[in-house]
C-alpha cells in the first residue's frame, strides 16, 4: 500500500521534509539563544553597579566602546573646534536637538562631545558657545550610533551645521581630521553659565543588553520556526495518508482505474457501430434509381 512513497515524485517530497524539518529545529534554535543572550545580558547589567559611578578613566583606555566601557566616564582634554546641531532628538517626552562640538585631543583626533540638549528647531536655533581655549571633559562614552539608534535621522538632506547621526564615519566628511569611533555626553551643565539653559544628555544604554523589542522579536521568531517545523511533518502525514486511502480504493474496488488508450472502443459496443444497412438507411437516395419516384418520393 506504500509503495507509492518510492515513486520519484514522493522521492523529491520525502527530500524536502527531511531538510526543512532540521533547518526549522536549527533556526528556532538559534533564536531561542538569541533571545535567551539577551536576558543574560539584562540580568548582568541590573547587578552590575551602575557606570556612571564608576571613576573616570582617560579615553584611550576604554576603547573600543563595547557593553562593559558603555557608560563609563571617560576623560579627554583638548580644545573645542567645529559645531555640530543634532535634530529629531527628544528628552522627557519633548522634541528638540543636541548641541555636539568637536573637541581635538593632543594625538590629532577629535572626541564628538554632547554638551546638552536645547528644545525646539535645530534651525537658526541660538546656542550657547563652547568654552574657549584647553579644557577637560568628564563625560559617559557612547558608543558611535548606527541606522537602528533611536532619533538617528539617516536620510540626509540636513541644512549645513546639522547631522542626523553621531557617528565617526559621518562625521569624518564634515571635518578634516580624524574623529574617534566613539562619542561622549556631559552629564552635567556647563560651568560658567556658557552652557547653563543645555539640560544634560543621560547616557544611554549599549545594544542588546536589555529586554527590548528585538528581544521579544528573537523569541517570537523561536515560535514561528517551530511551528514551520510541525507545520511540513504535519502536511507530509496528511498527503501519505490520502494517497494511501486512494491506494486502498483502487485495491477494493471502490473507485474504478482510469481507462486507458484502447478501451474506447470496447466501451462503444456492438450496438454503436454502423452497419451496412444503416449506413444506406442514412446515406441519401440517388434520383435515377428505378424505385425513386418522378415526386421525389421512394416508391415503397
Same mark, same amino acid.
Given at each position: 500500500?506504500?509503495?507509492?512513497?518510492?515513486?520519484?515524485?514522493?522521492?523529491?517530497?520525502?527530500?524536502?521534509?527531511?531538510?526543512?524539518?532540521?533547518?526549522?529545529?536549527?533556526?528556532?534554535?538559534?533564536?531561542?539563544?538569541?533571545?535567551?543572550?539577551?536576558?543574560?545580558?539584562?540580568?548582568?547589567?541590573?547587578?552590575?553597579?551602575?557606570?556612571?559611578?564608576?571613576?573616570?578613566?582617560?579615553?584611550?583606555?576604554?576603547?573600543?566602546?563595547?557593553?562593559?566601557?558603555?557608560?563609563?566616564?571617560?576623560?579627554?582634554?583638548?580644545?573645542?573646534?567645529?559645531?555640530?546641531?543634532?535634530?529629531?532628538?527628544?528628552?522627557?517626552?519633548?522634541?528638540?536637538?543636541?548641541?555636539?562640538?568637536?573637541?581635538?585631543?593632543?594625538?590629532?583626533?577629535?572626541?564628538?562631545?554632547?554638551?546638552?540638549?536645547?528644545?525646539?528647531?535645530?534651525?537658526?536655533?541660538?546656542?550657547?558657545a563652547a568654552p574657549k581655549?584647553?579644557?577637560?571633559?568628564?563625560?559617559?562614552?557612547?558608543?558611535?550610533?548606527?541606522?537602528?539608534?533611536?532619533?538617528?535621522?539617516?536620510?540626509?538632506?540636513?541644512?549645513?551645521?546639522?547631522?542626523?547621526?553621531?557617528?565617526?564615519?559621518?562625521?569624518?566628511?564634515?571635518?578634516?581630521?580624524?574623529?574617534?569611533?566613539?562619542?561622549?555626553?556631559?552629564?552635567e551643565a556647563e560651568a560658567?553659565?556658557?552652557?547653563?539653559?543645555?539640560?544634560?544628555?543621560?547616557?544611554?544604554?549599549?545594544?542588546?543588553?536589555?529586554l527590548d523589542l528585538k528581544?521579544?522579536?528573537?523569541?517570537?521568531?523561536?515560535?514561528?520556526?517551530?511551528?514551520?517545523?510541525?507545520?511540513?511533518?504535519?502536511?507530509?502525514?496528511?498527503?501519505?495518508?490520502?494517497?494511501?486511502?486512494?491506494?486502498?480504493?483502487? !485495491?477494493?474496488?471502490?473507485? #474504478? *482505474?482510469? +481507462?486507458? $488508450?484502447?478501451?474506447? =472502443?470496447?466501451?462503444?459496443? %456492438?450496438?454503436?457501430?454502423?452497419?451496412?444497412?444503416? !449506413?444506406?438507411?442514412?446515406? #441519401? *437516395?440517388? +434520383?435515377? $434509381?428505378?424505385?425513386? =419516384?418522378?415526386?421525389?418520393? %421512394?416508391?415503397?
Open positions: 500500500m506504500y509503495r507509492f512513497l518510492l515513486t520519484p515524485r514522493w522521492w523529491g517530497i520525502n527530500l524536502f521534509v527531511v531538510l526543512a524539518i532540521p533547518f526549522c529545529v536549527f533556526m528556532g534554535t538559534w533564536q531561542l539563544g538569541r533571545f535567551e543572550d539577551r536576558v543574560q545580558s539584562h540580568e548582568q547589567a541590573e547587578k552590575a553597579p551602575d557606570p556612571s559611578t564608576r571613576a573616570a578613566k582617560p579615553l584611550d583606555e576604554l576603547l573600543p566602546v563595547d557593553k562593559v566601557t558603555s557608560g563609563r566616564p571617560a576623560t579627554a582634554t583638548g580644545t573645542y573646534a567645529d559645531q555640530f546641531l543634532v535634530p529629531g532628538r527628544e528628552l522627557d517626552d519633548r522634541k528638540g536637538f543636541y548641541v555636539l562640538n568637536m573637541l581635538r585631543t593632543d594625538s590629532g583626533k577629535a572626541l564628538p562631545v554632547v554638551r546638552g540638549w536645547l528644545p525646539g528647531s535645530a534651525t537658526d536655533a541660538r546656542v550657547p581655549g584647553e579644557v577637560t571633559v568628564v563625560g559617559d562614552l557612547q558608543a558611535s550610533e548606527n541606522t537602528h539608534s533611536a532619533g538617528v535621522n539617516a536620510r540626509g538632506g540636513l541644512p549645513s551645521g546639522q547631522v542626523g547621526m553621531i557617528s565617526a564615519a559621518t562625521l569624518v566628511n564634515l571635518v578634516p581630521y580624524d574623529v574617534y569611533d566613539a562619542w561622549v555626553t556631559l552629564p560658567g553659565g556658557a552652557g547653563g539653559a543645555m539640560k544634560p544628555v543621560p547616557a544611554a544604554a549599549p545594544e542588546g543588553s536589555g528581544a521579544f522579536q528573537n523569541l517570537g521568531y523561536t515560535g514561528e520556526w517551530f511551528v514551520f517545523a510541525a507545520f511540513v511533518l504535519f502536511m507530509w502525514f496528511r498527503l501519505v495518508r490520502r494517497e494511501a486511502e486512494a491506494a486502498r480504493d483502487v !485495491a477494493l474496488g471502490l473507485v #474504478p *482505474e482510469e +481507462p486507458g $488508450a484502447g478501451s474506447q =472502443d470496447a466501451e462503444e459496443g %456492438p450496438g454503436t457501430r454502423e452497419g451496412p444497412e444503416s !449506413a444506406a438507411k442514412g446515406a #441519401p *437516395e440517388d +434520383p435515377s $434509381a428505378p424505385d425513386y =419516384d418522378v415526386a421525389s418520393t %421512394p416508391v415503397r
